[in-house]
Each structure stands twice: as structure tokens, then as C-alpha cells.
T-cell receptor, first 117, second 110 residues
Framework: DSGVTQTPKHLITATGQRVTLRCSPR?????VYWYQQSLDQGLQFLIQ???????AKGNILERFSAQQFPDLHSELNLSSLELGDSALYFC????????????????FGEGSRLTVL | GQNIDQPTEMTATEGAIVQINCTYQ??????LFWYQQHAGEAPTFLSY????GLEEKGRFSSFLSRSKGYSYLLLKELQMKDSASYLC???????????FGTGTRLLVSP
């Protein structure tokens, strides 16, 4: 158990719909990352938050948005869903920000598997 | 820029030794991480190197050469459960984040 909680574990929805994925980081971790992993693909970095503020953005589509709340949990919103958005979405947390073991040792949640039909 | 290169797939036999190589280019560097990911599961942290040399952790060892932008993960006494993807991930200080390679899928056969 990594200590990172993601909900829901599975989600099936239709094209054009909107979903929200939720992540509670490991206790004490201030940094939260979101990754997308399509079938047999690598981890694609979407966005990072640190202590409530957006710190880095990857190849995140404009249809996607995220935020980190004061209690440090984070939500990833996916809207106008397309078939190609079907993927496993991982949230990860870490303690630090500036590199080294504290920042780079990421603890991943089990992921939210999104299927768009 | 960022560029991480590792083999796409490797196969090995139970009980053998396998070495997974990784070369990287980053804007800046502060450590090299290896993660293991079983199919359909979350990645888990395996090892961390920040200085040149070998770090040993049970059956797994990781090596780093900063001047060459090169790392390898060495797995000894392979077991069937080692069949997984292995992700090389340098910390890029230019982007202040971990950059994951596409991973090496290792298949261990009996």
C-alpha cells in the first residue's frame, strides 16, 4: 500500500461526457503528479501541484484541468471525452520538490481506469 | 531537451542475470531513478543513484555514470515475478521533475 488513494478505480462513460478523478496523496506529501498511461504506452506526464500551486505542466489537453485543494487532495477533470482518452490515470505524490530522493521517490496510487465508449 | 533511451523489450531465463541499459540527456540532473511496473499496476520505486557508481539492493543493483549520461539496472537470480516493465527516470533540474522513459518490458521465462 503506497498510501496514495485514487477514486474511482474504474469508470466507463460515453464520448462527450465529463468525469472527475480524485486523488489523496500520502500523508505529509506536498507534491502531487498526474500521469496518463494508454495501453502499452509509457507514462505521460500531465501536471504537477505543490502545496496547492501548479508547478509544472506536461502535454495536458485543454479539455483537461486539475487542481489541488487546501487539504492537499487533487482532482483531475476530463471533459468532452473522446475515445482516445481511454487510459489508466495515475496520481503520484512525493515529499519534496527540488530533486533528490525526497522529490523523485514517487508513491503511486493504483490508478483510475477510464474507458470511453 | 530531454531524451531517454532504453531497449523496448528483453527476454531472459529464470535464474539468469539481465542488465537493462539507459542513456539520458536532460537540461540538468539531480539523480537517476528506476521504477518497476507490472502490467496494469502502478509503478513502484526500485532504486536511486545520484553519484557515480553502483548501488546494490538485494537482487537488484543500479549503476550510474553522470559524465556518460548512462545508467543500468542489473537483476540477478531472475524470478518469474520479475517479468515487468522497468522505467528509467532521471530528475531533470531544468524542468524540476522526474522524466520517465518509455520503459523496458522484461519477460522472464522458465
Amino acid at each position: 500500500d503506497s498510501g496514495v488513494t485514487q477514486t474511482p478505480k474504474h469508470l466507463i462513460t460515453a464520448t462527450g461526457q465529463r468525469v472527475t478523478l480524485r486523488c489523496s496523496p500520502r500523508s505529509g506529501d506536498l507534491s502531487v503528479y498526474w500521469y496518463q498511461q494508454s495501453l502499452d504506452q509509457g507514462l505521460q506526464f500531465l501536471i504537477q501541484y505543490y502545496n496547492g500551486e501548479e508547478r509544472a505542466k506536461g502535454n495536458i489537453l485543454e479539455r483537461f484541468s486539475a487542481q489541488q485543494f487546501p487539504d492537499l487532495h487533487s482532482e483531475l477533470n476530463l471533459s468532452s471525452l473522446e475515445l482516445g482518452d481511454s487510459a489508466l490515470y495515475f496520481c503520484a505524490s512525493s515529499l519534496g520538490l527540488a530533486g533528490g530522493l525526497m522529490a523523485g521517490e514517487l508513491f503511486f496510487g493504483e490508478g483510475s481506469r477510464l474507458t470511453v465508449l | 531537451g530531454q531524451n531517454i533511451d532504453q531497449p523496448t523489450e528483453m527476454t531472459a531465463t529464470e535464474g539468469a542475470i539481465v542488465q537493462i541499459n539507459c542513456t539520458y540527456q536532460t537540461s540538468g540532473f539531480n539523480g537517476l531513478f528506476w521504477y518497476q511496473q507490472h502490467a496494469g499496476e502502478a509503478p513502484t520505486f526500485l532504486s536511486y543513484n545520484v553519484l557515480d557508481g553502483l548501488e546494490e539492493k538485494g537482487r537488484f543493483s543500479s549503476f550510474l555514470s553522470r559524465s556518460k549520461g548512462y545508467s543500468y539496472l542489473l537483476l540477478k537470480e531472475l524470478q518469474m515475478k520479475d517479468s515487468a516493465s522497468y522505467l528509467c527516470a532521471p530528475w531533470d533540474t531544468g524542468f524540476q521533475k522526474l522524466v520517465f522513459g518509455t520503459g523496458t518490458r522484461l519477460l522472464v521465462s522458465p
